[in-house]
């Protein structure tokens, strides 16, 4: 029997509630720990294999088979980390009518009480096994992701759809997010004492001209394109000294893989006539969703009958883990529910928004998890029959 939505949304926030005590910020590596361990065993009890990476931001990937391919159809991701709370009050769910607030309720936790809310519910029904699904659960979004979905895309997991709920706003899914590149610019001197300049050579008369002129050439005004911000000069050294080196952080995002590079070549060449170093520090692809995909599509319809209205979609300025998904051409369904004051002490999501969330990632394994060469039809027929002749009717 299918348990009531007064149950579920009590389930859901008592787990969420479990969830945002633990304090997982990025830099805390034993909390990382901690929950790792708690969510591999709940995720073990669940009946799915785990595999886990123990590292100083260690990660989890569960499968509902034993995964010799490294490969899932459908992968739920969340990053478990969350970012510094101004007090230890943020740790204890918080309810006041509709909302519920506390440190990662939006940003983002209230996704995996879902998944493992909606798993434990679907497996009252289906043999687990019927599913070709994998929950990927990270410590280091709010750092970078790269010892997290970088890392296990790199270690050779694949998937055919990525979930990941980090993004957008109010269900509206993400249909492009900017890419970016991270460049330094370096002049060099030779470094004296602030009492003596004419015994060196200041690194900043060739640095100061070249970041004017990139100012000058970027005119940052409109939000859909292109924007190259310098974010900082440094000169590191002591008060009374001339540094031997001064460098520019460059900042450029764009909806276009095409576009960065056209702008690092530009950036290179500025660069070149004044006779400084170019160098890429870090890089993340621009994501793009195509929503022609038939499992992109699925998700689309799923929230629709949920929601009970057509599909919104929104665009993104900054980046998520969404686009080490992107770089491997993997589409990644980025969404928030109803929340907000995301990395503010008024965290919240709405409780109506939270069972929504719930309800179409239930109805989304349903329709597109189903693998339908793992079991064969017939054992399934027999082990559940309304469900599975739903399924099928569904597709
Ligand atoms: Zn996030």
Known sequence: MKATNQTIQ?????????????????????????????????LNTLGLKTYVTDSDHPWVMATTRSNTSKHVRV??????????????????????????????????????????EALSELIQHDELSSYDLG????????????????????????????????????????KRAKGFHLLYLD????????????????PLPKLLPAVLEIMDHYKNDKPDKPTVSINGIDTPSAFTQVGDVARARIDVRAFEDSELLTIEHHIKNVANKYGL???????????????????????IQCQS?????????VESLA?????????RKIPAIVEYIHGG???????????????????????????????????SVARRLLATPKKVMRNLLNR
Not at 141 to 165: M, N, S, Y
Not at 305 to 313: C, D, I, K, N, T
């Open 10 to 42: 009590q389930r859901l926030e008592q787990r969420l509630a479990r969830y945002v005590a633990m304090p997982t910020v990025a830099a805390n590596t034993a909390a990382c720990k901690d929950a790792i361990r708690t969510i591999t065993n709940e």
């Open 75 to 116: 992968l739920l991701h969340t990053h478990f980390d969350v970012v510094m709370p101004s007090g230890d009050e943020q740790y204890i769910l918080r309810t006041e009518d509709d909302k519920l607030y506390g440190r990662g309720v939006l940003d983002m936790k209230f996704s995996l009480a879902c998944y493992m």
């Open 135 to 174: 929950v990927l659960v990270t410590t280091d979004e709010e750092v970078g992701g790269e010892h997290g979905v970088k890392e296990f895309l790199d270690q050779g997991w694949t998937c055919d759809v990525a979930i990941v709920p980090d993004g957008g706003r109010d269900f509206k899914i993400e």
């Open 187 to 202: 002049s060099h001197g030779t470094s004296t004492h602030g009492s003596r300049p004419w015994e060196g050579v200041n």
């Open 277 to 299: 170093t170019m160098t890429r520090h870090l890089e993340g692809a621009a994501v793009h969703l195509d929503e022609a995909n038939p499992l992109v599509q699925t998700f």
């Open 305 to 313: 009958s949920v929601l009970g209205e057509p599909a919104e979609f």
């Open 319 to 327: 980046a998520s883990d969404a686009r080490y998904f992107a770089a």
């Open 341 to 375: 004051g995301h990395h503010s002490k008024n965290e919240w999501i709405s409780r109506t928004s939270l069972i929504q969330f719930y309800e179409v990632i239930y109805a989304y394994i349903q329709n597109a998890a189903l693998d339908r060469t793992g079991t």
